[in-house]
C-alpha cells in the first residue's frame, strides 16, 4: 500500500498540473467508495495537500475530495476524455483544456471521500492521525509520549498512524533497522524513542528523493515506477545477510503484518 513517499511523490507530480483548473465533468465506477468523484463537478482545484497516507485536493467551494490510494490505485492524466475501456477504470474527472485525470484500481482497495474542509470526522483513521513526521512540533518528548500510550508492539504501533502519520509496513520495518530497534519491543525510553524518531525521518525522506518504492503496483502519476526499492536495508530481504553484521534477517509476522529484522542488530 502506497506509502507517504508514494503519496507526496504523486501529490508533487499533481499539484502544478490541477491547481485552478474546473473540473467540468466527473463520472466514477457505480459504487459508493468511488461515486463521490461525481462531487466535485463544476468546482475549481484550489490546492493538493497530503495527510499522511491520503491526498486533499481543496476546491474553491470549501470542501475537499479525499483521496486514499489503497493497495493498487494509480491517478494518471490522459489527454482528452476518459478511457472508458478501461475495466479498471473506478473515477475520472475532466479538465479544462481537454485533460482528464483519471483514478484506476485493480484490486478496489482505494476509496474517495468529498468533506468540507479539514471535517474528518467520518474518517477515523485521517481523523485520528497524528502528527506528520517533520512537524517540528514533533519531538523526541512527544513521540515517547505517543508511543506510551499504547501497549502493543511497536511495528503495530507504528502502522496505526496514531504515534505519527505516513508510516507502513515498508517504512517501519527500514526506520526499525536503522534505529536498531527490535519491532516485537511494546515500550521505548525516551533516547531510544528519539532515535527511532530521526531514523523514521531519514527513511522516510530517502523514499521521497528516491520517488517511492515500487515492488509490485505502485505507479506514479506520470506512470513511472520509483527508485527506492533498490535502496532497502531490511524490508524484504528475510533470509538475506544483514548489510551491518551480516547475521541473516529474519522475519515473522506481527498482528498480521509481515516484518523483516535483525535478530543481532535488533536484540529484544
Known amino acids: 500500500m502506497p506509502e507517504l ?16 483548473r474546473q473540473v467540468l465533468e466527473a463520472g466514477s465506477f457505480d459504487h459508493p467508495k468511488f461515486t463521490p468523484a461525481r462531487d466535485v463537478t463544476g468546482a475549481f482545484i484550489r490546492g493538493v495537500r497530503r495527510r499522511g497516507k ?27 476524455g476518459p478511457n472508458t475501456e478501461d475495466p479498471y477504470l473506478r473515477a475520472w474527472w475532466h479538465l479544462d483544456g481537454d485533460e482528464t485525470l483519471e483514478f484506476a484500481d485493480v484490486r478496489r482497495f482505494g476509496r474517495l471521500r468529498v468533506v468540507e474542509a479539514g471535517n474528518y470526522a467520518g474518517i477515523p483513521t485521517l481523523a485520528n492521525a497524528g ?47 536503522i534505529a536498531k530497534i527490535n519491532p516485537k519491543v511494546k515500550q521505548l525510553g525516551l533516547e531510544r524513542a528519539g532515535r527511532l524518531l530521526e531514523a523514521i525521518q531519514e527513511t522516510l525522506r530517502q523514499g521521497v528523493d528516491n520517488g517511492g518504492t515500487t515492488l509490485r503496483d505502485y505507479r506514479n502519476a506520470e ?15 528475510s533470509g538475506e545477510p544483514c548489510g551491518r553484521c551480516n547475521t541473516t534477517l529474519v522475519s515473522d509476522v506481527i498482528d498480521a503484518r509481515t516484518t523483516t529484522w535483525c535478530p543481532r542488530c535488533q536484540k529484544r
Request: aromatic share 8%; proline share 8%; hydrophobic share 35%.
Open 5 to 20: 513517499p508514494e503519496v507526496e511523490t504523486v501529490r508533487r507530480q499533481l499539484e502544478p498540473r490541477l491547481v485552478n
Open 54 to 80: 491520503y491526498l486533499l485536493v481543496s476546491t474553491d467551494d470549501h470542501r475537499e475530495l479525499v483521496v486514499h490510494l489503497g493497495m493498487t490505485g494509480q491517478l494518471r492524466f490522459t489527454p482528452g
Open 131 to 177: 502528527p506528520e513526521p517533520w512537524d517540528p512540533a514533533l519531538t523526541p518528548k512527544l513521540f515517547h509520549s505517543l508511543l506510551s500510550q499504547s501497549k502493543r508492539a511497536l511495528k503495530t504501533q507504528l502502522l496505526s498512524q496514531r504515534p505519527i502519520a505516513g508510516v507502513g509496513n515498508i517504512y517501519a520495518d527500514e526506520a526499525l533497522w
Open 223 to 237: 506512470g513511472g515506477e520509483g527508485e527506492n526499492q533498490h535502496a532497502l536495508f531490511c524490508y524484504g530481504r
